[in-house]
């Protein structure tokens, strides 16, 4: 089964500072695997998402995150923070052989913007 | 429009009490979905149609019953539910029936049960 986990339920970081947000995949399948945002009271809204192309993927926002085979890893970046930035981030994989159904997401990482 | 729209925001619904939620769509996605979330927890799915069709039921409890009237309209009706069941409700679609197209998520309904 595949599943994504995150490192970190809160990371805190100073406006202005690099964001980095952990996501490791277990997968026995090349996965297709997608960051999300949810600000406070809102629904999830769609960074960005690899699906076998490049393996640095650009998003919205001004988020990137680099697909690493060899780590096992899709971790979310951002040169430099915005107090807008502050929200709940999760990673995501798709479950099954072919372009499933179903995401798996992990367990969230909370990201502060401190002033 | 580029949007997915879920009524009522919130929903404060006693335990006998029969509601339903509403989710709308008119980006012509042929897959929608229901999640539900609770507080400081990832989105559980509970069921899947693809056009018009359940494909998917996650093993959720009957008192939760899905029904899509068309293409563009998700409703999920609420009845008998318990405390416990007091969570987020998030709407999802996608053009087809994959992940690989990513998902459009409403802002979902805040239900209550008291």
């Known amino acids: 089964a595949q599943s994504v986990t995150q490192l970190g339920s809160h990371v805190s970081v100073s406006e202005g500072a690099l964001v980095l947000l952990r996501c490791n995949y277990s997968s026995s399948v090349p996965p297709y695997l997608f960051w999300y945002v949810q600000y406070p009271n809102q629904g999830l809204q769609l960074l960005l998402k690899y699906t076998s192309a490049a393996t640095l993927v650009k998003g919205i926002n001004g988020f990137e995150a680099e697909f690493k085979k060899s780590e096992t890893s899709f971790h979310l970046t951002k040169p430099s923070a915005h107090m807008r930035d502050a929200a709940e981030y999760f990673c995501a994989v798709t479950q099954g052989v072919d372009s499933s159904y179903k995401l798996i997401f992990g367990s969230g990482t909370r990201l502060l913007v401190r002033p | 429009d580029t949007e997915v729209t879920q009524t009522p925001k919130h929903l404060v619904m006693g335990m006998t009490n029969k509601k339903s939620l509403k989710c709308e769509q008119h980006?012509?996605?042929?897959?929608m979905y229901w999640y539900k979330q609770k507080a400081k927890k990832p989105p559980e799915l509970m069921f899947v149609y693809s056009y018009e069709k359940l494909s998917i039921n996650e093993s959720v409890p009957s008192r939760f019953s899905p029904e899509c009237p068309n293409s563009s309209l998700l409703n999920l009706h609420l009845h008998a539910l318990q405390p416990e069941d007091s969570a987020l409700y998030l709407c999802?679609?996608?053009?087809?029936?994959?992940?690989?197209?990513?998902?459009?998520f409403g802002s979902g309904t805040r239900l209550t049960v008291v």
């Open positions: 999802a679609s996608s053009p087809g029936q994959g992940a690989i197209y990513g998902y459009t």
């Open positions: 980006m012509g996605h042929r897959a």
